[in-house]
């Protein structure tokens, strides 16, 4: 498995959770990495992305200013610092790479990520 997520569970609202994705490989690094979700009856949904060398960051509209992607080079993993939880954002989280060797911007299209995880259930509690 390329990608291994953990950190996910039960919170209520406004509460925090961070999720860290290990990657497999070293040459992972030179990938842009993200994180999407996907909750009960809705379609796959991007929620945060970085570029291989974390200069340029995306963000979805709903999570900005309450999510914050980020990598750590030496431990080989991207994270997700997951704040002012709602339980709109009550979903299985998946983190994915994207395979093309530092990419300027990172991509917010599913399809565009070769790399995928297991998935790692987070449910926001009211």
């Known amino acids: 498995v390329p990608l291994v997520e953990s950190g996910g569970g039960l919170v209520q609202a406004g509460g925090s959770l961070r999720l860290s994705c290990a990657a497999s490989?070293?040459?992972?690094?030179?990938?842009?990495m993200a994180w999407f979700r996907r909750a009960p009856g809705k379609e796959r949904e991007f929620v945060a992305a970085t570029t291989w060398n974390g200069g340029t960051t995306d963000y979805a509209d709903s999570v900005k200013g309450r999510f914050i992607i980020s990598r750590d080079y030496a431990k080989n993993t991207v994270s997700l610092q997951m704040n002012s939880l709602k339980p709109e954002d009550t979903a299985v989280y998946y983190c994915?790479?994207?395979?093309?060797?530092?990419?300027?911007?990172?991509?917010?299209?599913?399809?565009?990520?070769?790399?995928w995880g297991q998935g790692t259930q987070v449910t926001v509690s009211s």
């Open positions: 994915a790479a994207e395979a093309i060797v530092r990419a300027r911007r990172p991509s917010i299209v599913p399809s565009n990520y070769s790399y």
């Open positions: 490989e070293r040459g992972f690094v030179n990938y842009a």
